[in-house]
């Protein structure tokens, strides 16, 4: 039987689960383990107001559209990170791949979770797995050049295709 985060699983309402990424910082990392440990993630409230051409909106309109059940990806690593041009990010592999499911939609909380921030907007998180490294082939072009796009935007959230099986 394939790993969970290998099988498709529709939700209640009957339509499969979407896919959102998020490119964690090298000097993000910490906030990544606490995230991961206390199953949450979070933005500052102006980093998900910029525009995210990519997904035709804002980092807000695409956390709001998350939904209970679908996948969450935190992606973090790979030399250079995605302050290199596009064309060279998109064929780096990705030091780590933290799957998780979103267990509860944006909500808005000044709880301290992280210690270098409060990062209020928020979603709640399930880890179903982890695995690196990561060959960009595994999550696609599309999905890199928006994980692009997310590193070089604070960490907004953005769309992307699911993993594929490793092979």
Request: charged share 25%; net charge neutral.
């Amino acid at each position: 039987m394939p790993p969970p985060h290998e099988i498709l699983v529709q939700s209640e309402a009957g339509a499969l689960p979407e896919h959102f990424y998020v490119y964690v910082a090298k000097d993000s990392r910490r906030n990544l383990e606490i995230g991961r440990s206390r199953g949450v993630w979070g933005w500052r409230s102006e980093a998900l107001d910029r525009r995210n051409t990519l997904d035709h909106g804002t980092g807000r309109d695409v956390a709001r559209s998350m939904s209970i059940g679908d996948y969450f990806l935190l992606v973090s690593g790979g030399p250079g990170g995605p302050r290199k041009p596009e064309a060279e990010f998109v064929t780096t592999p990705l030091d780590e791949l933290v799957i998780c499911r979103v267990t509860r939609p944006l909500y808005y909380s000044t709880r301290q979770v992280w210690p270098d921030d409060v990062y209020p907007e928020r979603i709640g998180l399930d880890v179903i797995d982890t695995v690196g490294p990561v060959q960009p082939a595994r999550l696609g072009v599309s999905t890199m050049r928006n994980l692009h796009r997310s590193g070089n935007n604070r960490g907004i959230p953005v769309t992307g295709d699911d993993v594929r099986p490793q092979s």
